[in-house]
């Protein structure tokens, strides 16, 4: 392929660069018409027809004119619905938030398993949309974890309270997120959730048993009810059972 030169992510709308001296705009209609460039009669259907089965419709134009559509069609990946699934049971409201159209992202939510509603699919935002997205539904008292992989998914990801970039995206939005899945498997995000629930709960029982050690333990002692050698001996009891109840989270799977 020709190398492409001068070029230019626009956020939400397309690239632009110059091959072999010609102009080259691929992107949203949106793009194209802010340089004059209009699809003509052929190409609009085109882009209808191709929107209206589910695919994605992308105008391409060059040196001033639109001269082209190509059709993209999404692969999801096998493991997508059922790292739906385990969201779901998790307790979780899953939410496809894209800048692909409408028809597109209904096709998609339902293939994967998220109910088709205008609170759980949101399609064609722009990136500072979906930063108006997390933060409505943050002042409506939800606590949003978003996961993202690209350049536009950056902003939410860091407006979001977890963020959760993949580790096969790009490099800003991993800088933007808190945490990165190495794999590029949706799945691992329901894992990493479930792996903090499950260290939390070790913290808290943590907690518990080292406060109610001491909540028994100081009476006996101001009493002097308790021998000075087996309270050292509780208190190393005590540390050992923190260290052998934290220990058990290298069994999780």
């Given at each position: ?66 001269r ?63 930063v108006?997205?997390?933060r ?40 933007a ?17 479930r ?5 939390l ?12 050690y001491?909540?028994g ?32 989270l290298r069994?999780?799977r």
């Open positions: 392929l020709p190398a492409a030169e001068d070029f230019a992510n626009v956020p939400g709308l397309g690239v632009q660069g110059i091959v072999e001296g010609h102009a080259v705009l691929v992107g949203r209609v949106r793009l194209l018409e802010e340089w004059s460039q209009y699809l003509h009669e052929d190409l609009a259907s085109a882009m209808a027809e191709a929107e209206g089965e589910g695919r994605t419709a992308v105008a391409v134009g060059w040196d001033g004119r639109a082209g559509v190509l059709v993209v069609n999404d692969v999801i990946k096998a493991t997508s619905a059922e790292a739906i699934a385990e969201f779901q049971r998790l307790g979780l409201t899953p939410v496809l938030l894209t800048g692909d159209n409408e028809t597109v992202a209904r096709s998609v939510a339902a293939e994967v398993g998220i109910p088709v509603s205008a609170d759980t699919v949101i399609a064609g935002v722009f990136p500072e949309d979906k108006a997205v997390v409505r539904l943050q002042e409506e008292g939800r606590v949003v974890a978003m996961v993202g992989d690209g350049v536009n998914d950056a902003p939410a990801l860091a407006q979001a309270d977890l963020g959760l970039s993949m580790g096969t995206g790009t490099d800003v939005a991993i800088q997120s808190d945490l990165t899945l190495v794999r590029g498997d949706l799945r691992v995000a329901a894992d990493a959730i792996l903090s629930r499950r260290t709960a070790t913290i808290k029982g943590n907690l518990f048993w080292a406060f109610a001491n909540v333990a100081i009476p006996l002692a101001v009493a002097g009810l308790l021998n000075p050698m087996l309270a050292g001996a509780a208190m190393a009891f005590s540390s050992v059972f923190v260290v052998s109840n934290s220990l058990r069994r999780f």
